[in-house]
């Protein structure tokens, strides 16, 4: 082989170049020149580019690979290199397969999270057969569940390197976990009862048996490594087996078998390796206890013995397998003994002496020759943990929102309820993140049980990249400013307040407020402050101040903390003006655990929302006593509770003034959820969405009743309301249009019946003018929605509302193209279910008539780039994320043109929701999975970015600033914080240009 300047190029990544000019020219044997250039410049970019090339040698060298299948499977070609280069561990495995591209070519999809069920059934297909029929024996189950350890564990791992998901990596470990559990506890139960026959009850019924998961298991927070924290139980003592090959025994000794014999199955290393190693040291009276406790003997032992610890670790207890309802008794019984009624003041001492030997624990494990440990080291994940967890244990017996088995959902919660900063949870949950990664990085290397950080310089550079870092500089900035901060908040901690239902902080000093530097303009600040004193109802006024004590330190630290104290301050000063005297809130703000932070928050993060809590201040109250904020309503039960709200005789206008209320309430419901990542960006947007279906549904019926009684209604007929747009497709953000066509069956010309009669046509039309003026009119309360009807047939110069015939006729023979891929969104709203259905149909058929290929990406791609040209207005300085290059519509239109190309031979691609669609597109083989991973990545993130922008502004907003106080703002509001070298608005950017990048790169791909 001649390896010239371009090819000593190519090898600049690798750590040996000639140890893998060595391997390349064994490759060149085998391979063509052109195949091992690609691999030399693919391995290249990998973390650990020496140890995947010589293991790919050693593939090919075998066999296992050969010219043409590396050629006909590209994309899993690149998996393959992808995983050798990041995971020695893996790749030794990988090394043992037959075919390794079969291999990873059959794993199910990555980028899709697996779901608890999707999960079990292979299991139990693979492990106990289709119908679970199956009997294996011991051996041979054990066999089975490690084959399917390693093909899951290969998928997990690839998608963590692929999509740096840490929580969804998390939560599919522990689902796995679960299910492995589930599978392994029937076979080892059916192995028993063949021998020692069914175990009963006194009464004859089955005695159940639960695995409870503890630690990160049941926090669905598992790591590649984790020890399964489990804890044993069975219903009652009470009974025995039936008999079988052996004679009866004991439900004490059946379920100790069957106890012993899941550890076996799990854990024991044979030559296929081990499941997961299993640990019961959680157990009542652990390692001297016995292996598995009936229902009764566990609620004796912790009401009479539980220390406060084994409450700590029961905040996470979940049952995982077996008989779930069995567990669930359990874990409810417990309740009491782990979140107490009343503050317990004995658990502070308690808890200060756990804070102690965690820090002793962290001194004796500082990891491997010295290396500082990820989990138990100071500032590191335990430490997070123990923060979270000693705050529930103490305030979790009064807020039930608090109890939270996830230690990120938790922070969220926490912050909810006024217990931490906004500012603290958001640092701690990117430390945790950061933290976790790390960790997962360091166990994928060779699948060891460690939390050290390696320690020789090239493994830690190797780290670095795998983290998608430049240069151990950097981890090492990341690191240690993760964990001063976690260090500084863990040793926050003690003392707690002595007072029940006060925040847990340290006492401010009785000191005048003053203005700091923490405001970009001191003096306006300062006059506002000095408002605020002077208002006799104000919590910073003399006379409030001495009735609440407190309320007005704690109101102004959190304006210093929020995302931006000017704003905050703003909105707080007039939320205190419209507030008046009602004293009752101030007493609630001092009285219950402090909601005032996360009042200061929205003041911080939204205008937009601030807004609507300003014209209704009794809101944010009732959300917070009702405890619906962390939720996302159905369609259902929007309907209801507006059938609820606009209930009796009331006058439409007071009807139209309680659904604006209604919506507004929602809004800053779904908007508060957002802020505090209780909802991800997609469910947010399905949730405004149903809200949106809903209010028009309501708004539809309103009108109707409005125009019948003075022109009556047509003999036979319906008019038909079709959403499109980000409305039909389920994706609507803050702020959005509802995209609206109107259809209506039957004759046009024909009468209505009432005292004034109109033709049909003129009646539907007066019908749709009144219904978008009850959404556009402002009222109090504002307006519940701008209508745009732009895309009925022939636009604005069209009929408001058209006939079937008419529509229809339309769209077969004057419609553009771009006029079908509009179409592609239409769904039915409002009107006759069985009119909408045979009308939808219809339009799907236009739809998806067969095109001709070169005319729809000719077209596609001159819209495409006259709208970038025209309408993105991108500059240096500033970016368009819908309209611009690899923005939201890069996506839509790849999305909407695959559909075009194929829909009318493939039904299960014709969604109107873009990632439905996007997914329904790779199941169909027209986006390679790598692909459609990175696209439906992207437009998360896009449509997370928008729902920011919009979230803060009270209009629709696309553009923003690419530079300066705008972007960083921007960027804490996203959950970026400093780190190392970079500010948060350089690393929000960086993310933002690399998955642009990716998805007009993907664009190019499949627009063609």
Same mark, same amino acid.
């Given at each position: 082989?001649?390896?010239?300047?371009?090819?000593?190029?190519?090898?600049?990544?690798?750590?040996?170049?000639?140890?893998?000019?060595?391997?390349?020219?064994?490759?060149?044997?085998?391979?063509?020149?052109?195949?091992?250039?690609?691999?030399?410049?693919?391995?290249?970019?990998?973390?650990?580019?020496?140890?995947?090339?010589?293991?790919?040698?050693?593939?090919?060298?075998?066999?296992?690979?050969? /010219?043409?299948?590396?050629?006909?499977?590209?994309?899993?070609?690149?998996?393959?290199? +992808?995983?050798?280069?990041?995971?020695?561990?893996?790749?030794?495995?990988?090394?043992?397969?037959?075919?390794?591209?079969?291999?990873?070519?059959?794993?199910?999809?990555?980028?899709?999270?697996?779901?608890?069920?999707?999960?079990?059934?292979?299991?139990?297909?693979?492990?106990?057969?289709?119908?679970?029929?199956?009997?294996?024996?011991?051996?041979?189950?054990?066999?089975?569940?490690?084959?399917?350890?390693?093909?899951?564990?290969?998928?997990?791992?690839?998608?963590?390197?692929?999509?740096?998901?840490?929580?969804?990596?998390?939560?599919?470990?522990?689902?796995?976990?679960?299910?492995?559990?589930?599978?392994?506890?029937?076979?080892?139960?059916?192995?028993?009862?063949?021998?020692?026959?069914? %175990? $009963?009850?006194?009464?004859?019924?089955?005695?159940?048996?639960?695995?409870?998961?503890?630690?990160?298991?049941?926090? #669905?927070?598992?790591?590649?490594?984790?020890?399964?924290?489990?804890?044993?139980?069975?219903?009652?003592?009470?009974?025995?087996?039936?008999?079988?090959?052996?004679?009866?025994?004991?439900?004490?000794?059946?379920?100790?078998?069957?106890?012993?014999?899941?550890? =076996?199955?799990?854990?024991?290393?044979?030559?296929?390796?081990?499941?997961?190693? +299993?640990?019961?040291?959680?157990?009542?009276?652990?390692?001297?206890?016995?292996?598995?406790?009936?229902?009764?003997?566990?609620?004796?032992?912790? #009401?009479?013995?539980?220390?406060?610890?084994?409450?700590?670790?029961?905040?996470?207890?979940?049952?995982?397998?077996? /008989?779930?309802?069995?567990?669930?008794?359990?874990? %409810?019984?417990?309740?009491?003994?782990?979140?107490?009624?009343?503050?317990?003041?004995?658990?502070?001492?308690?808890?200060?002496?756990?804070?102690?030997?965690? #820090?002793?624990? %962290?001194?004796?494990?500082?990891?491997?020759?010295?290396?500082?440990?990820?989990?138990?080291?100071?500032?590191?994940?335990?430490?997070?943990?123990?923060?979270?967890?000693?705050?529930?244990?103490?305030?979790?017996?009064?807020?039930?929102?608090?109890?939270?088995?996830?230690?990120?959902?938790?922070?969220?919660?926490?912050?909810?309820?006024? !217990?931490?900063?906004?500012?603290?949870?958001? *640092?701690?949950?990117?430390?945790?993140?950061?933290?976790?990664?790390?960790?997962?990085?360091?166990?994928?290397?060779?699948?060891?049980?460690?939390?050290?950080?390696?320690?020789?310089?090239?493994?830690?550079?190797?780290?670095?990249?795998?983290?998608?870092?430049?240069?151990?500089?950097?981890?090492?900035?990341?690191?240690?400013?993760?964990?001063?901060?976690?260090?500084?908040?863990?040793?926050?901690?003690?003392?707690?307040?002595?007072?029940?239902?006060?925040?847990?902080?340290? #006492?401010?000093?009785?000191?005048?407020?003053?203005?700091? @530097?923490?405001?970009?303009?001191?003096?306006?600040? $300062?006059?506002?402050?000095?408002?605020?004193?002077?208002?006799?109802?104000?919590?910073?006024?003399?006379?409030?101040?001495?009735?609440?004590?407190?309320?007005?330190?704690?109101?102004?630290?959190?304006? /210093?903390?929020?995302?931006?104290?000017?704003?905050?301050?703003?909105?707080?000063?007039?939320?205190?003006?419209?507030?008046?005297?009602?004293?009752?809130?101030?007493?609630?703000?001092?009285?219950?655990?402090?909601?005032?932070?996360?009042?200061?928050?929205?003041?911080?993060?939204?205008?937009?929302?601030?807004?609507?809590?300003?014209?209704?201040?009794?809101?944010?109250?009732?959300?917070?006593? %009702?405890?619906?904020?962390?939720?996302?309503?159905?369609?259902?039960?929007?309907?209801?509770?507006?059938?609820?709200?606009?209930?009796?005789?009331?006058?439409?206008?007071?009807?139209?003034?309680?659904?604006?209320?209604?919506?507004?309430?929602?809004?800053?419901?779904?908007?508060?959820?957002?802020?505090?990542?209780?909802?991800?960006?997609?469910?947010?947007?399905?949730?405004?969405?149903?809200?949106?279906?809903?209010?028009?549904?309501?708004?539809?019926?309103?009108?109707?009743?409005?125009?019948?009684?003075?022109?009556?209604?047509?003999?036979?007929?319906?008019?038909?309301?079709?959403?499109?747009?980000?409305?039909?497709?389920?994706?609507?953000?803050?702020?959005?249009?509802?995209?609206?066509?109107?259809?209506?069956?039957?004759? @046009?010309?024909?009468?209505?019946?009432?005292?004034?009669?109109?033709?049909?046509?003129?009646?539907?039309?007066?019908?749709?003018?009144? &219904?978008?003026?009850?959404?556009?009119?402002?009222?109090?309360?504002?307006?519940?929605?701008?209508?745009?009807?732009?895309?009925?047939?022939?636009?604005?110069?069209?009929?408001?509302?058209?006939?079937?015939?008419?529509?229809?006729?339309?769209?077969?023979?004057?419609?553009?193209?771009?006029?079908?891929?509009? &179409?592609?969104? *239409?769904?039915?709203?409002?009107?006759?279910?069985?009119?909408?259905?045979?009308?939808?149909?219809?339009?799907?058929?236009?739809?998806?008539?067969?095109?001709?290929?070169?005319?729809?990406?000719?077209?596609?791609?001159?819209?495409?780039?006259?709208?970038?040209?025209?309408?993105?207005?991108?500059?240096?300085?500033?970016?368009?994320?819908?309209?611009?290059?690899?923005? +939201?519509?890069?996506?839509?239109?790849?999305? $909407?043109?695959?559909?075009?190309?194929?829909?009318?031979?493939?039904?299960?691609?014709?969604?109107?929701?873009?990632?439905?669609?996007?997914?329904?597109?790779?199941?169909?083989? !027209?986006? =390679?999975?790598?692909?459609?991973?990175?696209?439906?990545?992207?437009?998360?993130?896009?449509?997370?970015?928008?729902?920011?922008?919009?979230?803060?502004?009270?209009?629709?907003?696309?553009?923003? *600033?690419?530079?300066?106080?705008?972007?960083?703002?921007?960027?804490?509001?996203?959950?970026?914080?400093?780190?190392?070298?970079?500010?948060?608005?350089?690393?929000?950017?960086?993310?933002? $240009?690399?998955?642009?990048?990716?998805?007009?790169?993907?664009?190019?791909? !499949?627009?063609?």
């Amino acid at each position: 082989m001649v390896y010239t300047g371009r090819m000593n190029r190519r090898l600049d990544g690798y750590e040996n170049p000639a140890r893998a000019r060595e391997n390349l020219a064994r490759l060149e044997r085998v391979l063509s020149a052109t195949s091992v250039l690609w691999i030399a410049d693919l391995v290249g970019e990998q973390p650990d580019p020496d140890s995947a090339l010589n293991t790919l040698e050693r593939l090919v060298s075998a066999g296992s690979l050969d /010219e043409a299948r590396l050629n006909a499977a590209r994309d899993v070609a690149h998996r393959l290199l +992808v995983l050798l280069g990041h995971s020695p561990f893996l790749a030794r495995h990988i090394l043992n397969l037959e075919d390794p591209l079969a291999y990873l070519a059959a794993l199910p999809a990555l980028e899709i999270e697996r779901s608890y069920d999707e999960f079990l059934a292979d299991a139990r297909a693979t492990c106990l057969g289709a119908r679970g029929d199956d009997e294996p024996d011991r051996a041979e189950l054990m066999h089975r569940l490690r084959r399917v350890k390693y093909r899951e564990i290969t998928r997990i791992a690839l998608r963590e390197i692929l999509t740096r998901d840490v929580r969804s990596t998390a939560r599919e470990l522990a689902w796995f976990a679960a299910a492995m559990l589930e599978v392994a506890y029937r076979g080892v139960r059916l192995e028993l009862e063949r021998r020692f026959g069914a %175990a $009963q009850l006194d009464s004859g019924e089955r005695c159940g048996f639960a695995v409870i998961g503890m630690g990160k298991l049941g926090g #669905e927070e598992l790591n590649f490594s984790s020890d399964i924290d489990l804890i044993f139980v069975y219903e009652s003592d009470h009974g025995k087996t039936a008999g079988g090959r052996s004679t009866a025994i004991t439900l004490h000794e059946f379920f100790t078998k069957l106890s012993h014999g899941l550890g =076996e199955v799990l854990a024991k290393p044979t030559d296929d390796g081990f499941v997961f190693r +299993v640990d019961l040291g959680l157990r009542p009276e652990g390692q001297y206890g016995p292996v598995c406790n009936s229902l009764p003997a566990c609620e004796s032992y912790y #009401e009479t013995w539980g220390h406060t610890w084994e409450r700590t670790a029961w905040i996470k207890a979940r049952p995982v397998a077996g /008989e779930i309802a069995v567990g669930e008794r359990l874990v %409810a019984s417990l309740r009491p003994f782990v979140y107490r009624k009343y503050l317990d003041y004995s658990a502070i001492e308690e808890i200060s002496r756990m804070k102690r030997a965690v #820090e002793t624990d %962290a001194r004796k494990t500082v990891g491997d020759g010295g290396a500082w440990n990820v989990k138990l080291g100071v500032g590191g994940i335990r430490e997070i943990e123990f923060f979270v967890q000693a705050l529930q244990l103490v305030y979790g017996g009064k807020l039930h929102g608090i109890r939270e088995r996830s230690t990120l959902s938790a922070l969220d919660r926490l912050a909810f309820s006024g !217990l931490i900063k906004t500012r603290d949870q958001l *640092a701690l949950r990117e430390a945790y993140l950061f933290l976790r990664q790390t960790e997962h990085q360091i166990q994928l290397e060779n699948e060891r049980q460690t939390h050290a950080l390696p320690t020789h310089p090239r493994d830690l550079e190797r780290l670095a990249r795998r983290l998608g870092l430049q240069d151990l500089g950097e981890l090492e900035a990341i690191l240690d400013e993760h964990r001063a901060i976690v260090a500084r908040l863990f040793s926050s901690l003690m003392p707690l307040s002595s007072a029940a239902g006060q925040p847990l902080e340290a #006492e401010e000093e009785e000191a005048e407020i003053s203005i700091s @530097g923490v405001f970009r303009d001191g003096e306006l600040a $300062q006059r506002r402050l000095d408002e605020l004193r002077s208002r006799p109802s104000s919590a910073f006024h003399e006379g409030v101040r001495q009735r609440y004590p407190g309320l007005d330190r704690g109101l102004w630290s959190e304006v /210093e903390s929020a995302a931006d104290p000017d704003q905050a301050l703003l909105y707080l000063s007039e939320f205190i003006r419209v507030l008046g005297r009602r004293y009752n809130h101030y007493r609630f703000l001092v009285e219950q655990p402090d909601p005032r932070r996360l009042l200061i928050t929205l003041f911080g993060t939204s205008p937009f929302l601030s807004k609507i809590l300003l014209q209704q201040p009794d809101l944010l109250f009732h959300l917070l006593q %009702a405890g619906t904020i962390h939720q996302r309503k159905s369609k259902a039960e929007y309907d209801a509770e507006i059938g609820e709200v606009l209930q009796g005789d009331a006058a439409l206008e007071e009807q139209l003034i309680s659904l604006r209320r209604y919506k507004n309430e929602e809004v800053l419901a779904l908007g508060l959820a957002d802020i505090g990542e209780s909802l991800a960006p997609l469910e947010l947007n399905l949730g405004l969405s149903e809200l949106a279906h809903s209010i028009l549904e309501r708004a539809y019926a309103l009108s109707l009743y409005d125009v019948r009684p003075r022109f009556g209604t047509p003999a036979d007929g319906t008019l038909l309301v079709f959403g499109m747009g980000k409305l039909g497709g389920r994706e609507l953000g803050y702020n959005s249009d509802l995209d609206l066509i109107f259809v209506y069956t039957g004759d @046009g010309r024909a009468r209505t019946d009432g005292p004034k009669s109109i033709t049909a046509h003129e009646f539907y039309t007066r019908w749709m003018q009144r &219904l978008i003026s009850y959404l556009q009119s402002s009222m109090e309360h504002g307006r519940l929605y701008a209508v745009d009807t732009r895309l009925r047939p022939s636009g604005n110069q069209g009929t408001l509302v058209s006939s079937e015939e008419a529509f229809l006729r339309y769209h077969e023979r004057d419609a553009s193209l771009w006029e079908r891929q509009a &179409l592609i969104k *239409a769904a039915p709203m409002c009107g006759d279910t069985d009119a909408a259905q045979r009308l939808g149909a219809v339009i799907e058929a236009i739809v998806y008539q067969p095109i001709e290929a070169d005319s729809a990406t000719e077209h596609i791609r001159a819209m495409r780039q006259r709208m970038e040209k025209e309408l993105a207005r991108e500059v240096d300085d500033y970016y368009n994320l819908k309209l611009g290059r690899g923005g +939201v519509v890069d996506i839509e239109f790849t999305v $909407q043109y695959l559909q075009l190309r194929h829909g009318h031979r493939l039904e299960a691609i014709r969604g109107s929701s873009t990632v439905e669609a996007l997914r329904a597109l790779t199941e169909a083989g !027209l986006v =390679e999975r790598h692909a459609s991973s990175d696209l439906i990545e992207g437009y998360t993130f896009l449509r997370r970015l928008e729902n920011r922008l919009r979230i803060v502004h009270d209009r629709s907003i696309e553009r923003f *600033a690419a530079q300066g106080a705008p972007l960083e703002m921007l960027a804490r509001r996203m959950g970026y914080h400093r780190a190392g070298r970079q500010s948060a608005g350089e690393r929000l950017l960086h993310d933002y $240009q690399l998955k642009t990048r990716r998805v007009r790169e993907l664009y190019e791909q !499949l627009v063609r």
